[in-house]
Nanobody, 125 residues
Framework: QVQRVESGGGLLQTGDSLRLSCVGRVRTVSSYAVGWFRQAPGNPREFVAAIDWSGSNQRYGDSVEGRFFISRDNAKNTVYLQMYSLKPEDTAVYFC??????????????????WGQGTQVTVSS
């Protein structure tokens, strides 16, 4: 079983930057893709970003393209989500997820097997 723990959430203002971290606690997932998703109240979970096993390829959701950047440090079993130019509409619970078999940066929730508990990001106007 893989447990992933997100950290770094908080209360911010429009235009602020923030970095979220996702650490694999139980088992390494350095061989597979890792993604970030978010869910705002009343909305379905939304794909934010994903990265392949090597860190060489990334994929982003349309609403964050050019503002958010995903990276990974496999030696630390950690994936990061660097967020710039935050907007109120970025307010959500952010989840990281690790695949147990997919290596490419997929936006599909069904291809992720291990999920963190989420961290709240709130952006005020």
């Amino acid at each position: 079983q893989v447990q992933r723990v997100e950290s770094g959430g908080g209360l911010l203002q429009t235009g602020d930057s923030l970095r979220l971290s996702c650490v694999g606690r139980v088992r390494t997932v350095s061989s597979y893709a890792v993604g970030w998703f978010r869910q705002a109240p009343g909305n379905p979970r939304e794909f934010v970003a994903a990265i392949d096993w090597s860190g060489s390829n990334q994929r982003y959701g349309d609403s964050v393209e050019g503002r958010f950047f995903i990276s990974r440090d496999n030696a630390k079993n950690t994936v990061y989500l660097q967020m710039y130019s935050l907007k109120p509409e970025d307010t959500a619970v952010y989840f990281c997820a690790a695949s147990g078999g997919v290596v490419h940066p997929t936006p599909r929730e069904s291809e992720y097997d291990y999920w963190g508990q989420g961290t709240q990001v709130t952006v005020s106007s």
